[in-house]
């Protein structure tokens, strides 16, 4: 299955400043998605990034909160704007499986704490 | 994506099979049952899935019931290491394009000594 190296792993930021989340993969993969985790709580899709158009992003989550970038097949970014305390989660990127593997596969996460 | 419904905690004895169940009972013809587990907040991490049949690999099994209402993930023989959240999700298979998938709320599971 492919391997995804996400980083920052873990990062505190002050508010009203922006953070951006970067995830590499080593294969190419044509749909990678962006979740956020609140502590606590399960996994929630922010939105689906395809290689040469816009992300498509969920109910309650907006592209001037959340700008993704998908520049090529490998690789993808997710900001988070304009931080307030609300947005200390954890975020993670995620692709499909390959033809022999129907999972996903997920990074390890970036550790948000804003102050 | 049909919804998935988990109980929210389980504990399990080491050494004896974890049974965790999942009630997916919207689930269409063409969508498959998926389980992950996440340890201490790390990302998800695949563990099986299937369409009808009950499937086995190296990590777990996976019995799904006739009418596909329903499924249970089983470790057969659990260890501390297996204490982590289970998701159980359904979404259409990989060549459909169908993308993303919802995960709930999950199984909080306890192997204790």
């Known amino acids: 299955s492919a391997v995804i190296s996400q980083k920052p792993s873990r990062d505190i930021c002050q508010r009203g400043t922006s953070l951006t989340i970067q995830c590499q993969v080593d294969?190419?993969?044509?749909?990678m998605f962006w979740y956020r985790q609140q502590p606590g709580q399960s996994l929630t899709l922010i939105a689906t990034?395809?290689?040469?158009?816009?992300?498509?992003?969920e109910s309650g989550f907006v592209i001037d909160k959340f700008p993704i970038s998908r520049p090529n097949l490998t690789f993808s970014t997710l900001t988070v704007s304009n931080m307030s305390p609300e947005d200390s989660s954890i975020y993670l990127c995620?692709?499909?499986?390959?033809?022999?593997?129907?999972?996903?596969?997920f990074g390890s996460g970036t550790r948000l704490t804003v102050v | 994506d049909a919804k998935t419904t988990q109980p929210p905690s389980m504990d399990c004895a080491e050494g004896r099979a974890a049974n965790l169940p999942c009630n997916h009972s919207?689930?269409?013809?063409?969508?498959?049952v998926y389980w992950y587990r996440q340890i201490h907040s790390q990302g998800p991490q695949y563990i099986i899935h299937?369409?009808?049949n009950n499937e086995t690999n190296e990590m777990a099994s996976l019995i799904i019931t006739e009418d596909r209402k329903s499924s249970t993930l089983i470790l057969p023989h659990a260890t501390l290491r297996d204490t982590a959240v289970y998701y159980c999700?359904?979404?259409?298979?990989?060549?459909?394009?169908?993308?993303?998938?919802?995960f709930g709320d999950g199984t909080t599971l306890t192997v204790k000594p």
């Open positions: 995620s692709v499909e499986g390959d033809s022999s593997n129907y999972g996903y596969t």
């Open positions: 294969s190419q993969v044509t749909m």
């Open positions: 990034a395809n290689q040469g158009s816009e992300a498509t992003y």
């Open positions: 919207t689930i269409s013809g063409n969508e498959y």
């Open positions: 299937g369409l009808k």
């Open positions: 999700i359904v979404r259409a298979s990989f060549n459909t394009n169908a993308g993303k998938s919802t």
